[in-house]
């Protein structure tokens, strides 16, 4: 339970960090929010609950989620107001995280754990990208 707990607070730092530089928005005026708060709440309860069928020790879901979490935190940014990339730029920026991601995520993980995640991943960013209007 502390493990959700944990989970579901690391998940919304990372889609609520602000840009501490970008002067022209206040904090609520440059986020975009794709999700509705239940939304993410069913994202992260489910994306918890998936993970824990590649049975993972303690330790090693840390490093897991440090990964996603830092990832996910940087990704939540792109389409921020205050970075105004065009919708092709924001998607080059998106592939050059998701390749640095999907780098780290392959070293870590055996075959068949990154065989998993793959699949639960795909799940995760199809849902991101129906919002982002991309086609995947």
């Known amino acids: 339970m502390i493990k959700l707990k944990y989970l579901l607070f690391i998940l919304s730092l990372a889609f609520a960090i602000p840009n501490l530089y970008a002067q ?6 440059r986020k975009v929010q794709i999700f509705t708060p239940a939304e993410k709440d069913n994202l992260q309860m489910w994306f918890h609950k998936e993970i824990h069928k590649m049975d993972f020790t303690e330790e090693e879901l840390d490093e897991y989620y440090a990964v996603i979490f830092y990832y996910v935190a940087r990704i939540s940014r ?3 107001l ?11 920026e998106l592939n050059k995280l998701l390749v640095k991601q999907d780098a780290d995520i392959k070293e870590m993980l055996t075959e068949e754990r990154y065989n998993l995640h793959n ?3 795909t ?3 199809n849902s991101a990208y129906e919002r982002w209007g991309i086609n995947n």
Do not use: C, G, N, R
């Open 82 to 92: 205050d970075k105004d990339y065009t919708h092709e730029e924001f998607k080059v």
């Open 78 to 80: 792109l389409d921020d």
């Open 123 to 125: 799940v995760f960013l």
């Open 24 to 29: 022209e928005y206040t904090k609520a005026e």
């Open 119 to 121: 699949e639960i991943y």
